[in-house]
């Protein structure tokens, strides 16, 4: 009898793990709320009306929130927001204006993306994924309280952000987890002509490069 249950009860549960690899993500939304720490970059020399020469972007704390929609088992869309506030700083090569790492400045950037996200595998309790879209980043700089007055600050901007990135979920049970990614943004600064000789002139953007590792938790529904 004893001998009966143990088998019934082995055979239920290896019913049951089957049932659950079985479950697959098509037609789930994931909500994740995250945080963890992004490097700046920089703004390349004449690249903004505020400074002449290249500014460096405090590396900083960022947050933020993914919905995503899996319309199928490989394919999800996510809407994506992340903030962080952060400041400009001199370059280590800036030794004209000021000591390398001087704040020069407040800077708040808000990213608003869209990405189209590849999720792999069928194990539902780990899933390695990667992740691409694009959208827009709005920049907010603040320089008059570094600043002698009479001082005003530029009006804040939305400019075009492209990204990349990936990383992993690890689920404890079917509707909750936990989600780490590393994320490249890139951000277009400007478009300019240069080099122009003879009616011809190379053309040439300016981009804001920066990124960040976070971590955060997954609710699925």
Known sequence: MIRARTAILTLSLLLAASSARAQFRHGTVEISPFGGWMFGGSFPAGSTDLFNQKVDVQDEAIYG????????????????????????????????FAPSGTKLGDLSIDYALGLMTLNFGRNPYVTPFVSFGMGAAHLDPDVCKVRNPPCSNPNAEWRYTTTIGGGVKTFFTRHFGMRFDGRYYGTLLNTDDHDCHDGHCHHGSDWLSNGDLTGGFVFAF
């Open 65 to 96: 929130g993914r919905v995503g929609w899996n319309f199928t088992n490989l394919f999800e869309f996510e809407a994506f927001y992340a903030h962080s506030g952060t400041h400009f700083v001199s370059t280590r090569d800036d030794v004209l």
